[in-house]
């Protein structure tokens, strides 16, 4: 009976693991793999564009949701930098603008109105 109990409890416990992980994983950009996605935001078109060239990457994609625009750039100001991002508050020369860099990498955030009433987020990588 223990060997049962037991047994059933490791498969509960495995596939509460594997739950968790699918549910991390949604929560990422398609086109940016280490890009959380704010609660909140969905991804609009097919999952943005990415060209690999000799000297970076660039990557374009869109979220919206109806979410603060405030919230959506105080998130990203928080998070970003635990995932090795350096804000770059100089560059911010536009309002609505987070511009962060990384490994070579210049990423800028911007938020604009949607035409749902919502907010559109712009993710926009390119070589620095």
């Known amino acids: 009976m223990k060997i049962r109990a037991l047994a059933a409890g490791l498969l509960l416990c495995l ?14 950009l398609d086109a940016i793999e280490d890009m959380p996605l704010m609660e909140g935001l969905h991804e609009t078109g097919d999952g943005g564009i990415v060209f690999d060239k000799p000297n970076g990457r660039i990557v374009r994609s869109v979220a919206s949701g109806h979410v603060a625009a405030a919230d ?30 990384r490994e070579g990498e210049r990423l800028e955030i911007q938020t604009v109105p949607a035409k749902d009433g919502g907010t559109e987020v712009r993710f926009s990588i390119e070589p620095d």
């Open 15 to 28: 596939a509460g693991f594997a739950w968790s992980a699918a549910a991390e994983t949604a929560g990422y």
């Open 72 to 101: 959506v750039r105080a998130f990203y100001a928080e998070t970003l930098p635990q995932l090795g991002w350096t804000r770059q508050k100089k560059l911010e020369l536009i309002r609505d603008l987070l511009v962060f860099r």
